[in-house]
């Protein structure tokens, strides 16, 4: 069994293969693309592929409204999926803020250059303070 950050890494992989498809317009089949990815089903994945998927609009609109001098289509496949993982996470789920703001700086880390890591945990602090906080 495979712990949440483990399924984090996965979720990025799915994501980053569902990015690269849609701008190549090759079709795809989403379940399959979690088996491909899963020995098991897995509940927390499943969710946070199709939730990312279906709220990918608003989780891009709300990276935009934090990223400076930038927007998300112009960060690598990879850090859009971190990103968006990490913004569904603290949108739309239970998962304490720290640990979804810590697992997308974690992955970033493993994945991304460290200017591009510290950017991302500048967006999801300001996120976390400015949009969930009243």
Do not use: C
């Not at 980053?16 to 317009?25: G, L, M, R, S, W």
Request: hydrophobic share 35%; charged share 30%.
């Amino acid at each position: 069994m495979k712990n949440r950050s483990e399924l984090r890494e996965i979720i990025m992989k799915i994501l980053y293969q569902t990015y690269i498809y849609k701008e190549a317009n090759v079709d795809y089949d989403l379940d399959e693309l979690i088996k491909e990815q899963l020995e098991v089903e897995n509940e927390f994945v499943h969710d946070t592929v199709y939730g990312v998927i279906d709220k990918q609009e608003e989780i891009n609109k709300l990276a935009n409204k934090y990223l400076i001098d930038w927007t998300i289509d112009r960060l690598s496949k990879v850090d859009q999926a971190i990103l968006s993982i990490s913004i569904y996470e603290l949108m739309y789920t239970s998962t304490p803020s720290i640990v979804s703001i810590n697992e997308a700086i974690e992955l970033s880390k493993q994945y991304s250059e460290e200017s591009v890591s510290k950017m991302m945990n500048g967006v999801l602090d300001k996120i976390y303070h400015e949009e969930l906080k009243d």
